[in-house]
């Protein structure tokens, strides 16, 4: 099947999550963008405006994800216009197919396309490398998906409400920037239903700490003066 | 709108920029597909898994289709070329249907279109990265054949890819016959699929089996086949050589 190593598919820096709940979608994404080991933007932001009811969360190359967002807003554009109403979601994802499929050769990005339409109401895309569309119930992305396959394995369930949805994105991306080198920053999300688009942004320090992570303080000195006369152990 | 679907820029021969005319490796792929043929028609078998590398990524994928009245297709391969596959199958079919003179394509024309495009696309270097199973009845004529990514195709009365091939071909060369019911035919696909999942990596555990006759084609829901590991050399495997594993 495989010729090879090098040719096996490999993560891209992000981690990239979308989630279907009782009445819409919900997107997260962190915000670590990388060139090689070097932060080059600490706070991106992942999750792009393709229509006023479909958005796209992008992972692999910065660049290649940002073209194709670019392109499918414009063809979305044109498309409502004629169309005369908001185009679906479905239409959205198969537009991001053409550009990925028919350039596999070329692109590197993985995307979840996630929005919610009045014939379908809120629905996921998954469009992976290669271009394949897969409609779920709720897909990850990105090198920093690797973490949370098993995560995701225990802790999903059908017909979750909006809060519980967001929870679990939130606590999911935080897990993943935990362990994953190429991710990190804040967490953001984006909720879309049929009242609206709701963005939201959780700084790291509203984040739970998970294992052999630490409550962060303001400077050792803190500890010292409160602390025991033997603070500095030897 | 023609930018999206035109291909890409025209590239010289073979060599310099010819790597961005040219698919050069998978990334979300299927594994086997099984077919036989049974007293009314043909039955098919395959796991609902879509690999990414050694990931077993997706788990919900139907590379079962039907196509038009008399065929159904299997894919193993890249997930993405099967779904252009079905554009221009689907394509196809509707042309017939357009023609309205009370003539269909069969299973035979299916699958000889498929091969067509199957080694046209070959020949230029840029494959479409499947196996494909087409199976059919047309006017009481069962038809069951493969072709896959070079173009290499034949019809025989069981067929599979990739690994199917090497685990479930053997065991249906000695026990498939002519006439087997559908009960039977059911049973040894399963047995076929049961040894895939425990002898093949990329196998997930969640299948689908796929009938056509000449009244129509069913594609059952998913389900999970049981597996076997009671066994006493399982639970004690260095028995009488410890120190082995």
Known sequence: ?234 | MNLADSTPAMNSLLGSEADSQRTLYPYVTGTSVVGIKYKDGILLAADMGGSYGSTLRYKTVERLKPVGKHSIIGASGEISDFQEIMRYLDELILYDNMWDDGNSLGPKEVHNYLTRVMYNRRNKFNPLWNSLVLGGVKNGQKYLGTVNMIGVHYEDNHVATGFGNHLARPILRDEWHENLTFEEGVKLLEKCMRVLLYRDRSAVNKLQIAKITEAGVTISQPYSLKTFWDFSAFKNPTVGAEGSW
Not at chain 1, 19 to 38: C, E, F, K, N, P
Not at chain 1, 49 to 76: E, K
Not at chain 1, 170 to 199: F, Q
Request: net charge negative; charged share 20%.
């Open chain 1, 1 to 234: 099947m495989d010729s090879g190593d090098v040719n096996a598919p490999h993560s891209m820096g992000t981690t990239i999550i979308g989630v279907t709940y009782d009445g819409g979608v919900v997107l997260g994404a962190d915000s670590r963008t990388s060139t090689g080991m070097y932060v080059a933007n600490r706070a991106s932001d992942k999750i792009t405006q393709l229509t006023d009811n479909v958005y796209v969360c992008r992972s692999g190359s910065a660049a290649d994800s940002q073209i194709v967002s670019d392109y499918v807003r414009y063809f979305l554009h044109q498309h409502t216009i004629q169309l005369g109403q908001p185009s679906t979601v479905k239409v959205a994802a198969n537009l991001v197919r053409l550009l990925s499929y028919n350039n596999k050769n070329m692109l590197q990005t993985g995307l979840i396309v996630g929005g919610w339409d009045k014939y379908e109401g809120g629905k996921i895309y998954g469009i992976p490398l290669g271009g394949t569309v897969l409609e779920l119930p709720f897909t990850i992305g990105g090198s920093g998906s690797s973490y949370l396959y098993g995560f995701f394995d225990q802790a999903w369930k059908e017909g979750m409400t909006r809060e519980e949805a967001e929870q679990l994105v939130v606590k999911a991306v935080s897990l993943a920037i935990a362990r994953d080198g190429a991710s990190g920053g804040v967490v953001r999300t984006v909720t879309i239903n049929k009242d609206g688009v709701t963005r939201k942004f959780y700084p790291g320090d509203t984040l739970p700490l998970w294992h052999e992570e630490m409550e962060p303080q303001n400077s050792l000195l803190d500890t010292l003066s409160a602390a025991s006369p033997e603070p500095m152990v030897s």
